[in-house]
């Protein structure tokens, strides 16, 4: 007999389903069936009410389904059609990525785009992951992208696999939010976004220019290197320009994810400052 989605809760944790949601993570049962899973109510929260079409089905372990963080993302996820399935706790630790499940979790399809769809929107702000390996780094850095307002990340194809449940839970839900463009190989990326108009500035700490003095007004799109090496030379030496960040106290340094919000917050705040004033009718 067929195992029920809306009803009796699933229990089996020795069920090919239950086998076939927990092998998700892995990269390889990711990249054969095009699915991921996103993990936590903040995650599936903004998975089912930004991205329901990437929705594929829903596990919430029964007593969580009643909780007050989860019934409305179930209500949510029921009026917009999506499969619900309530599993018991030996169910939901099977298929969980975490140690200490927190209440359920999505089936998602992927969600990349292809770099002309990008490119063709006429970006003001993008961010290219280039060889970051730290899946922590990655998705605090898609989360700066998203809170800054940039268009798109794009990440090549040495860097974390985003799909990865570690980086989907860092996200907090932005990936949900933020077009990315996977599997890029840097040196053509980058001479595809000049091509485009699109100003290209290596983040890194020998650089010649200081992060007040780049001009951030243009479109733009910052280059972050990896976590122990940062940006080889060849790369450096593609893009327009090199920007390290003024460090005036002792820190030798800051890490990935600390320089990369940096430098969006300072493209969101060029941003902010070249547009126009609201006038005074639209103040409220």
């Known amino acids: ?34 699915l991921f899973l996103a993990e936590g109510p903040q995650g599936v929260r903004e998975a089912v009410r930004h991205r329901p079409d990437a929705v594929a089905e829903l596990y919430v372990e029964s007593t969580a389904a009643r909780h007050e963080r989860w019934t409305p993302i179930l209500a949510d996820a029921r009026a917009a059609g ?5 599993v018991d706790e030996r169910v939901l630790a099977t298929i969980s990525d975490t140690a200490t499940p927190q209440g ?24 290219v992951l280039a060889h970051v390996r730290d899946p ?29 449940p570690k980086v989907v839970r860092s996200t907090a839900g932005s990936l949900f939010h933020v077009p990315v463009v996977l599997g890029l ?16 500035y290596a983040a890194d700490g020998t650089g010649a220019t200081l ?14 290197g990896n976590e122990a090496w940062g940006l080889p030379a060849p790369t450096r030496e593609a893009c327009d320009e090199v920007v390290a960040i003024p460090t005036p106290g002792r820190a030798e340094s800051l890490n990935l994810a600390m320089a990369a919000t940096v430098c969006l917050y300072a493209s969101a705040t060029a941003a902010r400052d070249r547009s126009p004033a609201p006038s005074a009718g639209a103040r409220r």
């Open 1 to 34: 007999m067929p195992e029920r989605r809306d009803g009796a809760p699933l229990t089996n944790p020795r069920s090919e389903r239950v086998r076939r949601v927990a092998a998700l993570s892995r990269r390889s049962a990711r990249e054969r069936s095009g």
């Open 82 to 86: 999506l499969p619900v399935t309530e």
């Open 104 to 127: 359920g979790l999505a089936v998602c399809r992927r969600l990349d785009v292809p770099l002309a769809e990008v490119l063709d929107a006429g970006p003001r702000l993008l961010c």
């Open 136 to 164: 922590g780094n990655a998705g605090t850095v898609l989360r700066g992208a998203d809170a800054t307002g940039a268009d798109a990340v794009l990440v090549t194809g040495a860097s974390v696999d985003l799909y990865s």
């Open 185 to 200: 190989d840097v040196l053509p990326l980058l001479a595809r976004l000049a091509a485009a108009g699109i100003t290209t």
């Open 211 to 224: 992060l007040p003095e780049a001009d951030l007004r243009v479109p733009h799109a910052w280059v972050f």
